[in-house]
């Protein structure tokens, strides 16, 4: 049987993804209602890290624990992964011992062929192109705190990067309009945005895209793997950032949200991240109960 993964949020239909919010916000309330929900007893989850993180790692590993399961951190510094094998054969071996697998790598395109050799599914925890899973949390925080999004506008101000490029996804399967306001050069890829249709608006300018937006984001200037472009990206970045001034044409009650590690003082100032529209802390830890939901619901297809 073919396994069920999750690489992209266009792998699961709309509907798919609203109930995985509805069961995150269930397995959040049973965990702070203190009642144990094992549902993953005996499975194992391995988790392949090309990457730092401290979120993904930490909310996959806890959430395996709290549903009865099992996590396992494998770092290319310690497995065959980082000295050349194939992942293919990575990928063929792995799959026939646990029983599904996490991974945040670079290219997109490694996680596709890493699932095209794995009987179990795989979750895309981070490629350069995308980052779904921070988009579940994300929506689960919006749902929770303002309800469907479904008609809302989102601003996406900075770099059109992997957690752009899932908010253009999330625009279309949870049919809001996102107002995305980068600077020429580091624009989203083109086809993503085109195939978003009138789902997308591009900018220039911060400030009309954040306009009547009920939610405002941004991300880091540079991302894992950029470091070496960090100067030359402050100066790029420097007019995009979301400070009290944007944050004021934005709707009144608009939120704030990051995916985080946020640099105060680069992408957001210190006032918006930390004050009252900000939402950043209830986004993080909404990691823990989107995904697992999402454990269980790709485990669900493929029974002990
Ligand atoms: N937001 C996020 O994915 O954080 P980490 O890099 O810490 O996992
Ligand atoms: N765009 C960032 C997200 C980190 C969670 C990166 O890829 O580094």
Excluded at 97 to 125: C, G, L
Excluded at 130 to 159: K, N, S
């Amino acid at each position: 049987m073919t396994p069920r993964h999750f690489l992209t949020l266009l792998d699961c239909t709309p509907d798919e993804l609203r109930g995985l919010l509805a069961r995150a916000s269930e397995l959040k309330s049973l965990l702070r209602d203190g009642q144990a929900h094992e549902s993953l007893r005996h499975r194992v989850l391995a988790m392949i890290f090309e990457k730092s993180s401290t979120r993904t790692r930490v909310s996959f590993e806890a959430g395996m624990a709290q549903l009865g399961g099992h996590a396992m951190f494998l770092s290319p510094k310690d497995t065959q992964f980082g000295r050349g094998e194939p992942l293919e054969d990575s990928a063929r071996v792995m799959s026939r011992m646990v029983d599904i697998i996490m991974i945040r790598t670079f290219e997109h395109d490694k996680i596709t062929r890493f699932a095209d050799y794995s009987q179990v599914p795989v979750i895309n925890a981070l490629t350069d192109t995308y980052h779904p899973c921070q988009l579940l949390a994300d929506m689960q925080t919006w749902f929770e705190l303002r309800g469907d999004i479904r008609g809302a506008t989102v601003a996406f101000i900075g770099d059109g990067n992997n957690m752009c490029h899932s908010y253009i996804n999330a625009a279309r399967q949870f049919d809001f309009h996102l107002n995305v306001a980068a600077p020429p050069g580091y624009r989203p890829d083109d086809a993503i945005v085109a195939a978003a249709g009138d789902r997308v608006s591009l900018y220039d300018d911060p400030a009309q895209a954040v306009r009547g937006a009920q939610l405002v984001v941004t991300d880091v200037w540079a991302s894992m793997g950029q470091e070496d472009e960090q100067r030359a990206r402050e100066r790029v970045f420097a007019p995009y950032q979301v400070n009290a001034a944007l944050m004021m044409l934005a709707d009144k009650d608009a939120l704030f949200m990051h995916c985080l590690p946020a640099h105060r003082g680069e992408e957001v100032t210190a006032d918006v991240i930390d004050g009252p529209q900000s939402v950043v802390w209830d986004e993080a830890e909404n990691r823990l109960h989107a995904q697992k939901a999402l454990l269980e619901f790709l485990l669900a297809a493929t029974p002990l």
